[in-house]
């Protein structure tokens, strides 16, 4: 949460969490071989597309989160952040 506050303070605007802390039985979590990084509480998905998307992302990055992934195609756009620490890590990737 703290790393969170500190990015949209970064930001200067609100983020829209789309997606938070996640239980293991979730639909998404339980399609997995092995549960997310929601399911640790060190996840969020973030609702941003275009311009604001990259200013997330950038941001993201300058402030060390270890996850970053990357949905701008379609319905339901985002940026997932989290701060996992397992490897490979950091990481970033594209859905």
Request: with cysteine; glycine share 12%.
């Amino acid at each position: 949460m703290e790393k969170l506050q500190e990015l949209r303070t970064l930001y200067g605007k609100p983020l829209r969490i789309t997606s938070g802390y996640r239980c293991p039985k979730h639909p998404i979590e339980a399609a997995k071989k092995t549960s997310g990084a929601h399911t640790t509480g060190l996840a969020a998905d973030i609702g941003v597309d275009g311009r604001a998307a990259h200013e997330v992302l950038t941001l993201a990055a300058k402030l060390g989160f270890t996850g970053i992934g990357v949905q701008q195609k379609g319905t339901g756009r985002f940026i997932h952040v989290d701060m996992v620490q397992a490897p490979p890590r950091p990481n970033v990737w594209s859905y």
